[in-house]
C-alpha cells in the first residue's frame, strides 16, 4: 500500500503533533503515513510581529499549495492558525479531540512567580495580540515585548533572562511534555483563548473527502468539532483573522453548548465580552449570535485599524 503523505511545518511541535496524528492513523485504520516537512511563510519570517506580517494562512499557505498540486495528501494544523474560509477544493476531514485550550505562563524555574505576583513592569513574551490584550488589561503595570520562534527557543529566552515570563499555549507546551515548565495556567472564565486553541485540523483534497473517511471518520471527535466551529463561526461573522485580538471558547455538555468571546483592543484599554448557549448541531448559528452581541456592543469599531490585510 503506498503511503499516505501527511504534509506538516518542521518545528518540533509541528512534527510531534503531526507525528501523533500519524500513528493514529496506522493505529486506528492501518494505513502507513510518512510525514513530509514543509516551510511555512510564518516560519521563514521570524524577526517580525505576526500581525505585522499580516494576511491569512501564513502557516497554512504553503501546505495547502502542497495539498493541491498533489504532492501531500494530508496536512495537519494547529487549528487556531486555520483561517475561517480554506481555499477552494480544500476540505476538513476531521478534527481529533482537544488537548487543554488554555494559555500559560511560564516564568523562569523555581521562580514561584504567578500573573498576578510578576513584579510590576516585568517584560511579558508573547507573538499574540489577543495574549497582549489580555495581560495588559489585568495588568497595565507589565511590559508586553514581542516574542517569535519555536516554542523550545521561547523557553530559553526565559531561562536566558531576556524576558521575564511568556505566555503560550497550553497544548504545545503539554503535547511536548514540558509540563513542568508551567508557571500558571491562565482561567478560562476571564482569559479566553484564541478560537481553535488546543485542537488540531486534518485537511485533505475536497476529491479526496469521502476517501479519507475510512481514517478521519475515527480520528474526528463531534464535541470538539462543533466547539471549534462555533469559535470559528464568531471570527468569520467579525471578519476578523486568527492573528487578531478575539478570544472564543465554546463548552460542550450533552449536546449543548456554551459559548464565551471577546474582543479587546491591543492595550488592553477597550473590551467587550458576549456569551450565549445553544446545540451542538447548531455551533455555527451559535457563534453568529454571539458575533452580532460583540458587534452591537462596539467590536468593530475596536477591530477597526487592526485588520489582518488580505493577501
Known amino acids: 500500500m503506498t503511503p499516505l503523505r501527511l504534509g506538516t511545518r518542521g518545528s ?14 496506522r ?44 504532492t501531500i495528501d494530508l496536512a495537519v494544523h494547529s487549528l487556531k492558525d486555520l483561517p475561517t474560509v480554506l481555499p477552494d477544493g480544500l476540505a ?31 517584560r511579558i513574551g508573547t507573538g499574540s495580540l ?10 497595565p503595570d507589565l511590559t508586553v515585548a514581542p516574542i517569535r520562534g519555536n516554542l523550545d ?5 526565559v531561562d536566558e533572562g531576556e524576558y521575564d515570563a511568556i505566555l503560550l499555549a497550553a497544548a504545545g507546551v503539554r503535547r511536548l511534555g514540558w509540563t513542568d515548565r508551567i508557571s500558571e495556567a491562565m482561567d478560562p472564565g476571564g482569559w479566553l483563548p484564541a478560537p481553535g486553541q488546543g485542537a488540531l485540523a486534518i485537511v485533505v483534497r475536497e ?16 464535541p470538539t468539532r462543533a466547539a471549534v466551529e462555533a469559535e ?12 487578531l485580538p478575539v478570544g472564543a471558547l465554546g463548552i460542550p455538555y450533552g449536546g449543548g453548548m456554551r ?24 455551533a455555527t448559528e451559535l457563534g453568529e449570535v454571539v458575533a452580532d452581541r460583540l458587534l452591537t456592543m462596539g467590536a468593530d469599531r475596536i477591530l477597526e485599524g487592526i485588520r489582518a490585510p488580505r493577501p
Open 12 to 25: 518540533l511541535l509541528a512534527t510531534t503533533q503531526s507525528g501523533m496524528v500519524a500513528e493514529a492513523i
Open 259 to 282: 459559548l464565551r468571546a471577546i474582543v479587546a483592543s491591543p492595550d488592553g484599554s477597550r473590551a467587550v465580552r458576549a456569551e450565549a448557549s445553544g446545540t451542538e448541531v447548531a
Open 153 to 157: 527557543t521561547r523557553l530559553r529566552k
Open 92 to 122: 476538513l476531514a476531521a478534527v481529533p479531540e482537544r488537548e487543554d485550550s488554555r494559555d500559560v505562563l511560564i516564568a523562569p524555574k523555581d521562580s514561584g512567580l504567578t500573573f498576578e505576583t510578576l513584579p510590576a513592569g516585568s
Open 27 to 70: 493505529n486506528e485504520a492501518g494505513f502507513d503515513v510518512e510525514l513530509v516537512i514543509i516551510k511555512t511563510t510564518g516560519d521563514r519570517i521570524q524577526d517580525r510581529p505576526l500581525a505585522e506580517i499580516g494576511g491569512r494562512g501564513i502557516f497554512t499557505r504553503e501546505l495547502d499549495e502542497a495539498l493541491l498540486e498533489g
Open 130 to 139: 489577543r495574549r497582549q490584550a489580555l495581560a495588559l488589561g489585568h495588568r
Open 207 to 222: 476529491e479526496d473527502l469521502e476517501r479519507s473517511r475510512e481514517w478521519a471518520d475515527r480520528l474526528d471527535h463531534a
Open 232 to 243: 470559528r463561526s464568531v471570527l468569520h461573522r467579525l471578519e476578523a483573522g486568527c492573528q
